[in-house]
Nanobody, 124 residues
Framework: QVQLVESGGGLVQAGGSLRLSCAAS????????MGWFRQAPGKERAFVAT????????YYADSVRDRFTISRDNAKNTVYLRMNSLKPEDTAVYYC?????????????????WGQGTQVTVSS
């Protein structure tokens, strides 16, 4: 059974940084792309970033490009999201997710496995 467990969320001031981690178990980690999504109160879950199975390809939402960096360590079965220059509008619950494909997409319904989420709050 595939399990994804996020960590690293918290409260940070605008302009600050956080690094989220997502540890995977119960799967062949290198068989999957990975993605990060976020959901703010009253809004739909939104795509943030995705990384291919080997880390060779990444893609970002326009709202986070040049501020966030997705990476993965296949030896540790872990994917990361480094978030710099955080803004209050980045406040959300952040989820990691895995599709059953080598390359991810921006569509949440194409991801099969989800973590429980970690709260990120950016104060102004």
């Amino acid at each position: 059974q595939v399990q994804l467990v996020e960590s690293g969320g918290g409260l940070v001031q605008a302009g600050g940084s956080l690094r989220l981690s997502c540890a995977a178990s119960g799967c062949s980690f290198t068989s999957y792309a990975m993605g990060w999504f976020r959901q703010a109160p009253g809004k739909e879950r939104a795509f943030v970033a995705t990384i291919s199975w080997n880390g060779g390809s990444t893609y970002y939402a326009d709202s986070v490009r040049d501020r966030f960096t997705i990476s993965r360590d296949n030896a540790k079965n872990t994917v990361y999201l480094r978030m710099n220059s955080l803004k209050p509008e980045d406040t959300a619950v952040y989820y990691c997710a895995a599709p059953t494909t080598l390359y991810g997409t921006v569509r949440p319904n194409e991801y099969t496995y989800w973590g429980q989420g970690t709260q990120v709050t950016v104060s102004s």
